[in-house]
Each structure stands twice: as structure tokens, then as C-alpha cells.
């Protein structure tokens, strides 16, 4: 089929063949189709939508762009996705936990964009962690210690790489259909048989609105299912941070403490849900996923016995400035001031700082006193009034707690 076919008809928001579809990924591939053809594709499949079977026929041709990975014989291969959120280290638990528990866990993750963190910047602040181990490699990996968390390979739907990096150019991300694409398309390539997918909800979500996140979910579910990957979703909350610490090398510690039991109840309750097994909880209080995560870090190059935190970073706290209770702690707020702070990036080939960052000393519904502390901010200057500024219009001291979701607002699947 021709490219000047399938523009017209996507153009008028006329169905759509799974020949077409196919082929208009192809020509991504071959170079056939250009980029103004391609952006133009994106813009309409975003005005006009792709219905169900349009969007499974993207996911599955999205999936045979590149590799499809096969691993031999074994425990059951499960993994994760978030949709993204302020100080969401779920991931780096829950991995070694379900190695622990038996599964084996080869994740494939991203970095983080805007406000929000991505797993691989928060392990490379581990001094000498890779995320760029080859297939064979994580091969051995995956036999011997259960669990690896890695890069996207350029050979793993490549289709995603291109057409991502023009969603942005484009302003057409927030579509559902897209982002289905997008995210199984990785997920089907890495050849996992069980999936379960966090999508976030609330102001430092990608999906703001509750019934957005659950319709993403939904279709990310069907899609999935329909390619024959065991799938569910939780809807979680995402309107204030999770856990008490965010940035990179601060939340690999916050993370060290809950896969040794200790750590914040919100990320403990999100981590076991998610991992969705009778053993999930005592696992994890008994600290033993903890000596996986350690031996998942040292097979990819990390040191267990360097300091993550303190170089040459300065602390600020902020302090309550009345008697009241903590009304609100907002997510987008909160996710700003890391970001200014230069724990995240505007554009993927950016740097970021993996030493500062912010801890929360407080969660909604604390009451406290004035001069109590609230936040202590790791900085090295750069950006600091402005993440002050995020800091003080996100955190709220009043007299009531505001209206704020439960930490699982629902479950898809
Ligand atoms: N994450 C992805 O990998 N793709 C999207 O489209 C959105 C979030």
C-alpha cells in the first residue's frame, strides 16, 4: 500500500486495515515513508483516534519493528509498567522482590522526562551501574540471579524510538491509542508472559483525570490480552508524591530501606498490590530482596559500598510556618522542584544531577507546629528559588486535609 493511500484515509478518519497499519510502520522502518509523512499520521490518528482492533493492529506491528526476545525455558517472566510519577521507585523494589518470590524479571525501562523520574537515571546514580548490557549478557543474568533492569536496545521496537520522538514534536502523546502502542509494544518485544501496569492518576500523572487513567488502562489491558500477555492494571494515586524521598540517588536510598523491611507504608502497600502474590508482604518485610537487588546491582556493574548521598551537596530545610495540619502535598508541585533543582531533564539527551533532590518529612494529615521542619531540599544552588517557590505553593499547612485520592484508586483486568 502506498503512503499516499493510507494519509487520505487516515485524514478523512476512515477505518484503518492491519495491511495498512503494517504498512505504514514498515516504511518507518525502511525509510519509505518521511517525517513530515509520519508526523502528519501521528496528527491524525490523534484528532480522529484508532478504534480497538486499529490499535492492537499498532501495537503488533510497533512489536515486529525490531527484535522480538526469546528466553530459554523457566520460572514464569512477569514485569512492570508505571506510567510515570514524583518519586516512584516501584520498580526498583519490586523487581528483586518478585525474583525472590520466584519469577523471573527481565525489565526494560525508561528515563525520566519533565517532572517525572524514569528507573535507569535513579540506578545510574549507583557508581558503575550499566544499562546497556547485550542480549547475551542479560541472558546469563536472568538464569543466574533472576532479575535485570535495563535500557531500551536500539533493536527492540524501533518503531517506538522514531515515532516517540516525533509524538513530542508533534504534541499528540496524551493519546490513549498511542500510548498503548507505545508502552506493550516494548513490553511485547521483551517476551514477557505477564504484565501488570501501574497507571497514575492525579496532577503528577501523565492521565490527570481518573477516568482518562482508567480508560488508558482499560485499552492497555484489552490490547494487551488480545496478544496474549497475561495483563491488569491497578489505577494509583498519583496527586501527591510517593514515598518521602525524590531525585535519583535519594530514592535508590529509600528504596534500600523498604526492600530491608523498613520505609514509608504508601510505597510498602503499593510495592505488595502490585506484586499481586500471598508471600509478597512478609518477603519483603524479612528483608530478603534486599540481597537481591544487591546481587542484580554488582552483576550489572554497580558498587553496593560507595555512599549514594552527601557529595557536595548542601541541605536546606523548610519549615512549617504556622500550627496546622499538612492540607496538601502536591505532586506536580513537588515533581517541579526536582526537576528545577536538576534531578530531571527537559530533552532525553540532557544531563541530570543525581545527588540532589528533595525528602518530605511529613505526609498529608501530619499535624504540626510551627518551625517544624517539612522539607529538607539537596541542592548545589542551580534552580533552588524557583524549587523553593514549587515547594512552598505545593506543600499546604491549613486547618483541614484536603480531598485526596486513595493510594489504589482501582484495578482493570
Ligand atoms: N511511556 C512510553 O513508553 N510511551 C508513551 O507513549 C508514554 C509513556
Known amino acids: 500500500m502506498h503512503i499516499d493511500d493510507i494519509l487520505l484515509t487516515m485524514r478523512d478518519g476512515k477505518p484503518q486495515s492491519d495491511e495498512a497499519i503494517r504498512a505504514f510502520i514498515?516504511?518507518?522502518?525502511?525509510?519509505?515513508?518521511?517525517?513530515?509523512?509520519?508526523?502528519?499520521?501521528?496528527?491524525?490518528?490523534?484528532?480522529?483516534?484508532?478504534?480497538?482492533?486499529?490499535?492492537t493492529a499498532l501495537t503488533r506491528a510497533m512489536t515486529h519493528s525490531g527484535d522480538v526476545l526469546h528466553w530459554v525455558d523457566g520460572p514464569p517472566l512477569t514485569d512492570k509498567h508505571s506510567t510515570g510519577g514524583v518519586g516512584d521507585k516501584v520498580s526498583?523494589?519490586?523487581?528483586?522482590?518478585?525474583?525472590?518470590?520466584?519469577?523471573?524479571?527481565?525489565?526494560?525501562?525508561?528515563?525520566?522526562l519533565g517532572h517525572t523520574g524514569g528507573t535507569l537515571d535513579k540506578l545510574e546514580s549507583i557508581p558503575g551501574y550499566r544499562c546497556d548490557r547485550d542480549v547475551a549478557a542479560l541472558q546469563d543474568q536472568l538464569a543466574d540471579v533472576g532479575v535485570f533492569i535495563t535500557g531500551q536496545t536500539g533493536?527492540?521496537?524501533?518503531?517506538?524510538?522514531?515515532?516517540y520522538g516525533l509524538r513530542n514534536e508533534t504534541c499528540t502523546v496524551p493519546s490513549i491509542p498511542l500510548i498503548t502502542g507505545s508502552i506493550l509494544s516494548k513490553k511485547l518485544a521483551s517476551g514477557v508472559s505477564r504484565l501488570v501496569l501501574d497507571v497514575k492518576t492525579g496532577s503528577g500523572a501523565f492521565m490527570k483525570q481518573t477516568d482518562q487513567a482508567v480508560a488508558l488502562a482499560r485499552t492497555m489491558v484489552d490490547v494487551a490480552k488480545a496478544a496474549?500477555?497475561?495483563?491488569?492494571?491497578?489505577i494509583t494515586a498519583m496527586d501527591r508524591p510517593l514515598g518521602r524521598a525524590i531525585g535519583n540517588a535519594i530514592e535508590v536510598e529509600e528504596s534500600i530501606a523498604v526492600l530491608k523491611g523498613e520505609g514509608p507504608a504508601d510505597l510498602q502497600t503499593l510495592v505488595v498490590e502490585l506484586a499481586n502474590h500471598p508471600q509478597a508482604a512478609s518477603v519483603l518485610a524479612?528483608?530478603?530482596?534486599?540481597?537481591?537487588?544487591?546481587?542484580?546491582?554488582?552483576?550489572?556493574?554497580?558498587s553496593m559500598d560507595v555512599p549514594l548521598l552527601g557529595s557536595g551537596v548542601t541541605e536546606q530545610v523548610l519549615v512549617a510556618e504556622r500550627d496546622g495540619v499538612v492540607s496538601c502535598i502536591d505532586a506536580l508541585d513537588i515533581g517541579k522542584a526536582g526537576f528545577l533543582l536538576g534531578a530531571g531533564r527537559r530533552r532525553s539527551e540532557d544531563a541530570i544531577d543525581f545527588g540532589v533532590g528533595l525528602w518530605l518529612d511529613v505526609e498529608v494529615g501530619d499535624v504540626v507546629v510551627a518551625g517544624q521542619p517539612l522539607v529538607r531540599i539537596l541542592h548545589r544552588d542551580t534552580g533552588l528559588d524557583e524549587a523553593v517557590a514549587c515547594v512552598r505553593s505545593g506543600i499546604r499547612v491549613g486547618e483541614t486535609v484536603d480531598e485526596h485520592?486513595?493510594?489504589i484508586v482501582d484495578r482493570v483486568g
Not at 526498583?92 to 525520566?112: D, K, N, Q, T
Not at 496474549?228 to 491497578?234: E, K, N, V, Y
Not at 524479612?286 to 554497580?302: C, I, L, P
Open 286 to 302: 524479612s528483608g530478603a530482596a534486599y540481597e537481591r537487588f544487591a546481587r542484580m546491582v554488582r552483576a550489572q556493574g554497580g
Open 228 to 234: 496474549g500477555l497475561d495483563c491488569s492494571a491497578l
Open 26 to 55: 514498515d516504511g518507518l522502518g525502511d525509510g519509505s515513508v518521511s517525517r513530515p509523512q509520519a508526523a502528519a499520521w501521528l496528527a491524525f490518528a490523534y484528532v480522529h483516534t484508532l478504534s480497538a482492533s486499529e490499535t
Open 155 to 163: 533493536q527492540l521496537a524501533p518503531a517506538d524510538q522514531v515515532l
Open 92 to 112: 526498583l523494589i519490586l523487581a528483586p522482590l518478585w525474583a525472590e518470590l520466584g519469577f523471573r524479571v527481565p525489565m526494560i525501562s525508561g528515563r525520566g
Open 405 to 407: 485520592l486513595p493510594l
